[in-house]
Antibody, heavy 122, light 111 residues
């Protein structure tokens, strides 16, 4: 059974940093790309970033480019999102999601974690 | 403002069919087959319902179907059931500038 569990969320002041983790189980982690998607309170979904199955390719939304970094440790079945210089508008539930494609990116988010809330406030 | 445009709400009675539209541009829906739909209940994670425009993941009822014409994708739910009431989001690959874009979401109410 596929499982994705996010952690690391919390309340942080503007300008500070936070690192989210997403530990997965139930599939061959090293063969699939991984996404981060966020959802501000009461709002819709916003794609944040993707990392390829081997970590060689990383792409970001313009809203986070230069501030957020996605990475992965295939030995730990974990994907990370390092968030720097946080802003109030980064407040959201952050979901990690498994891409549909095997050893490639299919751009469909097949399985999702339960999300972790990040609140940026002074 | 979302890159893809969806109606904020849709509704239908049990047993009826309802179609939710998702309008994009030549930068996304028109030129790519990577259209997907997600169902989300309040406080829960989204669930993939349709991928590659019209394919259903295993476990998704065949009451759910997808299509695309030009710059508009559509999700049709046939034989509406009470549990179909949820938020639905469309998504598309949008090339190497924006990568993945979502619609603003449609709240489906089963009357």
């Amino acid at each position: 059974q596929v499982q994705l569990v996010e952690s690391g969320g919390g309340m942080v002041q503007p300008g500070r940093s936070l690192r989210l983790s997403c530990e997965v189980a139930g599939f061959t982690f090293s063969s699939f790309g991984m996404h981060w998607v966020r959802q501000a309170p009461g709002k819709g979904l916003e794609w944040v970033a993707i990392i390829s199955y081997d970590g060689s390719k990383k792409y970001y939304a313009d809203s986070v480019k230069g501030r957020f970094t996605i990475s992965r440790d295939n030995s730990k079945n974990t994907v990370y999102l390092q968030m720097n210089t946080l802003r109030a508008e980064d407040t959201a539930v952050y979901y990690c999601a498994k891409d549909f494609g095997w050893n490639d990116v299919a751009w469909y988010l097949q399985h999702w974690g339960q999300g972790t809330l990040v609140t940026v406030s002074s | 403002q979302s890159a893809l445009t969806q109606p904020p709400s849709a509704s239908g009675s049990p047993g009826q069919s309802v179609t939710i539209s998702c309008t994009g541009t030549s930068s996304d829906i028109t030129n790519y087959k990577y259209v997907s739909w997600y169902q989300q209940y309040p406080g829960k994670a989204p669930k993939l319902m349709i991928y590659a425009v019209s394919k259903r993941p295993s476990g998704v009822p065949d009451r759910f179907s997808g299509s695309k014409s030009g710059n508009t994708a559509s999700l049709t739910v046939s034989g509406l059931q009470a549990e179909d009431g949820a938020d639905y989001y469309c998504s598309s690959y949008a090339g190497t500038n924006n990568f993945v874009v979502f619609g603003g979401g449609t709240t489906l109410t089963v009357l």
